[in-house]
C-alpha cells in the first residue's frame, strides 16, 4: 500500500494550491484520512481530517481558507488551499486508516503516511 501525495509548489501570498492524495495497493477500505504539515523546525500538526462518511476537522489556523474532500469511501483526497500565508510554508503528507484483508481472513488496520509535498508560500 502507498500513498502518493502532489500538487505542492510556490505561490505568493493569498493565492492557492490543491493538494491530492492518492492511494494504491491492495486496499479493502479507506477509514479517517487527512493532511499535516511540517514547517522547518517545528513538529508536524494537522492541518485536516475527513472521514469515510465526509465529517471533516480542521485545525483553526485554517478554517475558513482550507477543504478538505474526498470523491468517495477511498480516494483521492484533496486539499484546497486558499488565502495562503507564508506562515503555511511547510512540508504538507497525507495519511490514511487502511483496511487490509488477507486471503487467510486476518484483517488489518493501519495508518499510511505519503511522502509529503512542499508548499512554500513566498513573493
Known amino acids: 500500500v502507498q500513498l502518493q501525495a502532489s500538487g505542492g509548489g510556490l505561490v505568493q501570498p493569498g493565492g492557492s494550491l490543491r493538494l491530492s492524495c492518492a492511494a494504491s495497493g491492495s486496499i479493502f477500505a479507506i477509514l479517517k484520512m487527512g493532511w499535516h504539515r511540517q514547517a522547518p523546525g517545528k513538529q508536524r500538526e494537522l492541518v485536516a481530517g475527513i472521514t469515510s462518511d465526509g465529517i471533516t476537522n480542521y485545525a483553526d489556523h485554517v478554517k475558513g481558507r482550507f477543504t478538505i474532500s474526498r470523491d468517495n469511501a477511498k480516494t483521492p483526497m484533496y486539499l484546497q488551499m486558499n488565502s495562503l500565508k507564508p506562515e503555511d510554508t511547510a512540508v504538507y503528507y497525507c495519511?490514511?486508516?487502511?483496511?487490509?484483508?488477507?486471503?487467510?481472513?486476518?484483517?488489518?488496520?493501519?495508518?499510511?503516511w505519503g511522502q509529503g509535498t512542499l508548499v512554500t508560500v513566498s513573493s
Open positions: 495519511n490514511a486508516d487502511i483496511v487490509r484483508v488477507f486471503i487467510n481472513g486476518s484483517v488489518q488496520t493501519m495508518t499510511y
